[in-house]
């Protein structure tokens, strides 16, 4: 079930808005600054389409994006693995960012106020996205750097557990400070970057088993399965599961 609003279609790729995102609004002083929240979101789906456009370079195609209030979500079909591939993906949606803030910039130095602002704002958001961890997209540039010489999948779990290090801090830190934003994008993060690495081994894990090798990622009596996509989860064998069941199709 999709809950989230449909806003369009850009380059021939569906864009949602997820309902979320109007508890952004609630926040204090976002009301007061729409128009660059706004203009926010639209860099965000910018940063998307980078994703997006770079993917379709390569032959991937791209389900659909969705915004959410921390930040966009562009769902390729595939992943790439070959490691170029994944690098140059990974980078265009920052490059984005980084190529709004340098368009921004004369008009920001001299005239300051709105275009000062989301120049700023393109910048954390460039910077924030190449954190070497899962899931912002310097998570894939540190697995593509480092899979080529540990393995995909120990490239993976590697860049899981720093994201998983760096949301436990950020966590503590923003409980600390009673940050409930920022507890919630800790916890956020902690979650997905967990959801990456169980995806990426149990692909991993099901390309060693049709090649014949030990599929060391699956427990025994379990099996994956992928209740939405790029989702999976471990099921008992024998029992009734939700989405597709690729038991069979090893
Ligand atoms: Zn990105």
Redesign the pocket.
């Known amino acids: 079930m999709n809950l989230s609003w449909k806003l369009g279609r850009v380059a021939g790729i569906d864009v949602f808005l997820h309902p979320t995102f109007l508890l952004l609004l609630l926040l204090p002083g976002v009301a007061e600054r729409l128009p660059l929240v706004l203009a926010t979101f639209g860099c965000v789906l910018l ?1 998307e389409l980078g ?1 997006a456009l770079a993917a379709r370079r390569f032959g991937i195609g791209t389900a659909d994006i969705t915004l959410y209030p921390i930040g966009g979500v562009a769902r390729l079909t595939r992943m790439p693995r070959a490691p170029g591939v994944e690098l140059l993906i990974a980078l265009a ?1 920052p490059a984005v960012n980084l190529a709004i803030a340098v368009a921004l910039a004369p008009l920001a130095l001299t005239g300051g106020g709105f275009a000062m602002d989301l120049m700023a704002i393109n910048l954390v958001l460039a910077l924030f ?1 190449l954190i070497p961890a899962f899931p912002m ?1 310097g998570g894939r540039v540190l697995r593509a750097l480092l899979g080529g010489w540990i393995g995909r999948a120990r490239a993976t779990s590697f860049a899981a557990a720093v994201g998983r290090t760096l949301a436990v801090g950020f966590g503590v830190y923003s409980l600390l400070s009673l940050a409930p934003f920022q507890v919630a994008l800790a916890v956020f993060i902690y979650l997905v970057a967990g959801a990456e690495e169980a995806s990426v081994l149990a692909e991993e894990g099901r390309r060693a088993g049709a090649a014949g090798n030990v599929d060391w990622s699956t427990p025994a009596g379990y099996r994956w399965v992928q209740t939405h996509p790029g989702v999976w989860r471990l099921a008992r064998n024998g029992s009734a599961s939700r989405g597709s069941s690729w038991s069979g199709a090893r």
């Open positions: 940063h994703h949606g996205n997209d």
